[in-house]
């Protein structure tokens, strides 16, 4: 599809751009107005996003996309890339459309307290954040809105951050979804590496198909899968969203309906074109799809709560719409556009009718819910509407989406097992409906449980106008199609990554797929007549409470501070020897494994003739070394160790470097002295307490660490030497410095401020060392052990 530059502002200066970013900058004004105004009003910022992405759909639908390019940070040539295609503008029109129907919804049903402004700041940053990641035509821009939806959601899920089980569930959406979003950023990282372009746009020109069936890319598909199923809440990583229920209506409706629940949807729609080279793709869809669906249809069957089992068939719609994108087929891509609208349109409005019932009544259980038609004619007349969709019941658009469902699944020839999950979802589609209609509305009303509340009845009309218009939609959409058509061909287009033309129409005729249609609605009606047994036996099955994957959430976080506590015990006991002995190890056997890996080590010629005399010291020290370590008294280790340093005193001297040599003279000298004069005052040990084990792990670090560095100098002396560096510093040092003497004029001068540092830290670690032997209790320590005192040849 082509694409248009968008350079010239329009709409009033209403670029993409502004669009997304308009939330963000009106956010300080929406918490005042929420505060201290009517906070109706604020669903005039949605409506004009609105207004503002349905003026770009002619040129979207005719012409192709809408790029935009700003400059985020010039200097690193780092620009931020939105695209508007049929995908991204179908998202973005139910991101803001809908959101105009909660933000007038949420106004009524919240009360107003300190909580409000709060709430809707967090829902403006909400939708900023997706209608970011929509439009993003960069990984990484689309990685960072990702995660902004993750944070805002953590915000309002855990609203009441007074309640226990909203923190908890706001706790456990973010692990889940944050830790989703790590792999997939590794996934984006190796995409966009492979393919050298994070822009999306050009994932599809870089020729990485064959890659994509290699070892790295069935890694890249797998992060990215992974990143998109706990987003969208595939099985497994699909019961947070169930636990979420507890965040106030408004969030249900939006978030966990037709936004943030199908921005994985989204991720994978928009890649499936490059990603569906990639032999594990399909496979790994339709299995994911077909395990969520079977999951979900379950687990709405057993709540008695409205808001659960609309989330659970939510997990139900999701599973289909991944499978429909796993198809990889052009029917199944108009399909899953069709699908994606139905969706979001019917249940918005379900959840929506949810908050007003329990508005109206006090409770959300259908068991103790029906005849409520009489009383809420409006929201009876709204939840039908939508329960219709939602069934697939004709002349409204789930009807039509349904149908090409199951035309789409035989046309691509889809596993049996995944097209008969698919059939029986549906059918639990339909039994949820009715319970949901039929039964709260039209059923018999229970006994009264002897409990005071307000009479049912409509609630205001800011309550009840976005339910309505959303139902009425679908209605409108489900008989006349063709308004419709031209936006689902674009979404479908960017899908399948080709133009995909295909009629929708309400009515094809008596074919085999109408008879599934009349099949599953069949199977539906006798599960809803069934399901007041169903349901008490699905409730009372204690597997999926003991084994399902909530608990299975809570075991892991048990065995994840099991694990921490256990690694904090034995990484941080407390023993400086012991960090020691652990960083200088792993510093030595990473050093030793990454040089024999690379090849890099190297030793120098063997020295011969005069320079073989050279060899008597390095053995002499050794000498020295050992004796120190065997050493009996602290007289002879103290000998044993000023032989070490004159001995590399001696090397200096040889080496040409009379004045290094003679320093290195000087501090031994004074080295033996001041350990002579200071070990007469240390308090008295006992011998060596470690164990024969503890022995053999120092003495194999240590010889470790020693062979590292053995090895790198051999490898450094090996390496051609560079005379530059030394050359500027002959040349430079007495025009620069006015010094005769290198090594003086290098330290004092040219590295001035290393040599300072040097001193400073040397006087800091020494004047810490007199504060921590002065004490006081040192001083008791020192005469707890100082009787009798230390012997000079006895340790």
């Not at 969030?251 to 949807?265: E, N, P, R």
């Not at 349904?402 to 029986?424: C, M, N, S």
Request: charged share 10%; with cysteine.
């Amino acid at each position: 599809m082509n694409a248009i530059a968008l350079t010239i502002p329009t709409l009033c200066g209403m670029t993409l751009f502004l669009l997304i970013i308009l939330p963000l900058l009106a956010a300080p004004g929406i918490f005042l107005l929420a505060r201290f105004g009517k906070p109706a009003f604020l669903a005039l910022l949605p409506a004009l996003l609105f207004c503002g992405f349905a003026y770009f759909a002619p040129t979207v639908m005719e012409q192709g996309a809408i790029v935009q390019h700003v400059q985020w940070i010039p200097s690193l040539d780092i620009s931020l890339s939105f695209r508007l295609d049929g995908l991204a503008l179908t998202f973005a029109l139910l991101i803001t459309g809908i959101g105009t129907a909660v933000f007038l919804y949420a106004s009524s049903y919240l009360p107003g307290n300190w909580q409000t402004p709060r709430f809707f700041t967090a829902l403006n940053v909400f939708m900023a954040s997706m209608l970011g990641a929509v439009v993003s035509d960069d990984l990484l821009g689309l990685l960072v809105f990702w995660e902004l939806t993750s944070l805002s959601s953590f915000i309002l899920i855990g609203h009441d951050p007074a309640r226990a089980e909203s923190r908890r569930s706001a706790q456990q959406g973010m692990l889940i979804t944050v830790a989703g979003g790590l792999a997939m950023l590794a996934g984006m990282i190796l995409l966009g590496t492979l393919a050298g372009t994070y822009r999306i746009s050009e994932l599809s020109t870089a020729g990485i198909g064959a890659v994509l069936s290699t070892p790295p890319g069935t890694a890249i598909v797998l992060l990215i899968t992974i990143g998109a199923f706990s987003k969208s809440a595939q099985f497994p990583l699909h019961s947070w969203l169930a636990n979420a229920m507890v965040a106030p209506t408004p969030v249900s409706a939006y978030l966990h309906s037709a936004t943030m629940v199908k921005l994985g949807v989204y991720l994978l729609a928009r890649l499936n074109p490059v990603l569906s080279a990639a032999e594990i793709w399909t496979p790994l869809l339709l299995a994911a799809g077909t395990l969520t669906m079977l999951c979900g249809s379950v687990l709405a069957l057993r709540e008695t709560d409205l808001k659960r089992i609309l989330a659970y068939t939510t997990i139900v719609s999701l599973g289909m719409l991944i499978t429909l994108i796993g198809a990889n087929h052009p029917l199944a891509a108009i399909a899953m556009a069709v699908f994606l609208v139905v969706h979001a349109l019917y249940k918005a409005c379900l959840f929506m009718v949810a908050g007003i019932i329990d508005h109206g009544t006090g409770t959300r259980d259908s068991t103790l819910l029906g005849g409520l038609a009489g009383a809420m004619p409006i929201t009876a007349a709204t939840a039908c509407l939508a329960s219709l969709s939602m069934a697939g019941i004709p002349p409204m658009l789930g009807f039509i989406g349904k149908e090409l469902i199951y035309e789409a699944g035989l046309a691509a020839r889809l596993p049996h097992i995944t097209f008969a999950v698919v059939i029986l979802a549906n059918a639990c589609m339909v039994a949820i409906a009715g319970i949901l209609a039929l039964k709260c509305f039209f059923g018999r009303a229970p006994a009264a449980p002897g409990r005071s509340h307000p009479v049912p009845r409509d609630p205001a009309a800011a309550m009840w106008a976005g339910p309505l218009v959303l139902a009425a939609l679908s209605l409108a959409f489900g008989l006349m199609p063709g308004w419709i058509q031209g936006l689902l061909a674009a979404t479908a287009a960017s899908v399948q990554g080709q133009t995909v033309d295909f009629p929708l129409s309400l009515w094809h005729g008596f074919t085999p797929i109408l008879a599934l249609s009349a099949a599953t609605l069949a199977a539906g009606a006798g599960i809803y007549i069934l399901w007041s047994r169903i349901q008490p036996r699905l409730r009372s099955c204690g597997i999926i409470d003991r084994w399902g994957p909530d608990a299975l959430y809570d075991r892991m976080l048990g065995w994840l501070a099991a694990l921490s506590n256990w690694q904090t015990g034995l990484i941080q006991t407390g023993s400086l020897r012991h960090y020691m002995a652990m960083s200088v190890g792993i510093v030595a056997i990473a050093g030793l494994l990454a040089m024999v890996a690379n090849d890099a080590l190297a030793l120098p010629p063997p020295p011969t003739g005069a320079a073989g005399m050279k060899l008597m010291l390095p053995l002499l020290l050794i000498a020295a070394c050992i004796m120190v370590l065997r050493s009996g008294s602290f007289l002879q280790g103290i000998i044993a160790a000023g032989t070490v340093g004159f001995g590399v005193a001696v090397a200096f001297l040889l080496g040409g470097a009379p004045d290094l040599a003679f320093t290195q003279f000087s501090v031994e000298a004074l080295s033996v002295v001041i350990l002579l004069a200071v070990i007469g005052h240390m308090p008295f040990r006992a011998g060596d307490r470690r164990s024969p084990g503890q022995r053999g792990r120092d003495a194999f670090i240590s010889a470790a660490f020693g062979l590292m560095i053995v090895a790198v100098m051999l490898s450094v002396v090996a390496l051609p030497f560079n005379e530059a560096l030394s050359d500027f510093f002959r040349e430079s040092s007495y025009p620069l410095a006015h010094g005769r003497n290198l090594v003086n004029v290098i330290i004092v001068d040219f590295r001035a401020l290393d040599t300072l540092g040097e001193i400073t830290v040397l006087a800091l670690a020494a004047l810490a060392a007199i504060a921590v032997f002065f004490s006081p209790g040192k001083e008791d320590e020192r005469k707890a052990g100082a009787a009798p005192a230390p012997s000079m040849e006895k340790r």
